[in-house]
């Protein structure tokens, strides 16, 4: 695995849709709006954030987190013409040992049903495999979350099972998550 092809300069992965770019200050209400919107953390772990300092602190801790090289967060920008995030892709729990990495990711719910996730998700996959060298990407999700299992099975991921009462998640409790992966190799 090459984690310097993440961490040492921030990657700006760029394909035909979308771009993932870095979350700057300047993004702050696009962000908001995001972290804001109850439904788009309807399957996530994330509590909805309805207050925009919190949101803007939470701008400063994703750059710490990569910094750390624990995580990356970019933003998920369409090629529409606007220079706002419409969503955020992030890449997490980079395990060198087993050459495997998760991903995650949400979009703003004006956005939905667009094919920007499943852009999001291929380019991505693409970096990560070619660029980093990672062997085994995956991802989890809650049950009730078809749309998040489509986007995945649209990228070549497949479904390795459920994992019952395996996590806390916060504002959900103990929940089941299924496990998507795909591999570079197979």
Known sequence: MN???VFH???VIQSDT???QKIEDRHLDAVYDIYSNDRVFEYCGIIPKHNKK???SMIGHFERDWNKRQRIKWGIFSHDGTDQPVGIMEAF???PRVNMVTIGYFLAEKHWGQGLATSAVQALTAFL???AGVNRIQAEVMPPNERSKKVLLKNGFMKEGTLRQAAFWSGKGVIDLEIYSVLKQL
Request: glycine share 0%; hydrophobic share 45%; aromatic share 16%.
């Open 54 to 56: 919190t949101v803007q």
């Open 18 to 20: 979308i771009s993932l």
């Open 129 to 131: 495999f070619e660029e």
């Open 93 to 95: 729990d980079f395990s």
């Open 3 to 5: 984690l310097e092809a």
């Open 9 to 11: 300069t921030f990657p």
